[in-house]
Nanobody, 122 residues
Framework: VQLQASGGGLVQAGGSLRLSCAASGCTFSSYALGWFRQAPGKEREFVSAISWGGGTILYADSVKGRFTISRDNAKNTVTLQMNSLKPEDTAVYYC????????????????WGQGTLVTVSS
């Protein structure tokens, strides 16, 4: 499974960014997809996950109400819409996948993609 994240950049606090992750080498519609992030000097943390059919969606408390995850199984992509960004959202964001479902992905994803840097200035 290959995952390629894109869409990171520099944005002012209160702004928005849209991250995308393209998957290949797998039956995309069979996998839960999600996002993690790692801020400088901190451990990687879970952000959001979506099940193969979209019926289960999980968010970290820190992003609930601001971030929205979605997927397009026809295009093999998962998207993270990030609104009302805060400086503490600054991190490298990683796409992840797991065939065992969104909750398993949240705990220990099987596949990781390259990260994309998001910087939120105050």
């Amino acid at each position: 499974v290959q995952l390629q994240a894109s869409g990171g950049g520099l944005v002012q606090a209160g702004g928005s960014l849209r991250l995308s992750c393209a998957a290949s080498g797998c039956t995309f519609s069979s996998y839960a997809l999600g996002w993690f992030r790692q801020a400088p000097g901190k451990e990687r943390e879970f952000v959001s996950a979506i099940s193969w059919g979209g019926g289960t969606i999980l968010y970290a408390d820190s992003v609930k109400g601001r971030f929205t995850i979605s997927r397009d199984n026809a295009k093999n992509t998962v998207t993270l819409q990030m609104n009302s960004l805060k400086p503490e959202d600054t991190a490298v964001y990683y796409c992840a996948a797991d065939v065992s479902g969104a909750r398993n992905l949240r705990d220990r994803p099987a596949y990781w993609g390259q990260g994309t840097l998001v910087t939120v200035s105050s």
